[in-house]
C-alpha cells in the first residue's frame, strides 16, 4: 500500500488569509469612502458652524486691536473676535473692506 501523503496546512490557509486580506481592504476603503461623504454633504449645508464654549474661571480679554492675516474678511473678524461687523466699521471709519492686507490693524474697542 502506498503512503499518503498528508496535506500541508498551507494549502488551506493561504486562500483563507488572500479572503481576509481582502475583505480588512474593502472595509477600510467602504468607511473612508463613507467618511468622505458625510463630510462633504456637511460642509455643504448652508447652516453655520456652531462652537461649544466651555466655562472657565478667567475672565476673557478682549483686545483691542486685531491684526488682519493673509486672506481675513472684515466679517471673519467679526466672528473671530465677537466685536460685531457694526462695531468695527465704526470704530474704523477709513478701512476699506476690499483693501484688507496682512499685517494691518483693525480697531476693536476704544
Not at 500541508?8 to 481576509?20: C, E, I, N
Not at 468607511?31 to 454633504?41: F, G, H, I
Not at 447652516?47 to 466655562?55: D, E, F, G, R
Request: charged residues 25%; aromatic residues 2%; positive net charge.
Amino acid at each position: 500500500m502506498a503512503k499518503r501523503r498528508r496535506r500541508t496546512p498551507a494549502r488551506w490557509l493561504a486562500p483563507l488569509a488572500l479572503v481576509t486580506c481582502a475583505v480588512a481592504v474593502y472595509a477600510v476603503v467602504d468607511n473612508t469612502l463613507l467618511n468622505d461623504d458625510t463630510t462633504s454633504t456637511s460642509t455643504t449645508t448652508s447652516q453655520p458652524a456652531t462652537k461649544t464654549k466651555t466655562t472657565s474661571s478667567k475672565p476673557k480679554k478682549h483686545r483691542r486691536v486685531y491684526i488682519v492675516k493673509s486672506g481675513d474678511t472684515l466679517s471673519a473678524i467679526s466672528l473671530k473676535t465677537g466685536v460685531s461687523l457694526a462695531t468695527i466699521q465704526r470704530l474704523n471709519p477709513k478701512l476699506d473692506a476690499d483693501t484688507l492686507h496682512a499685517g494691518q490693524r483693525v480697531r476693536l474697542a476704544r
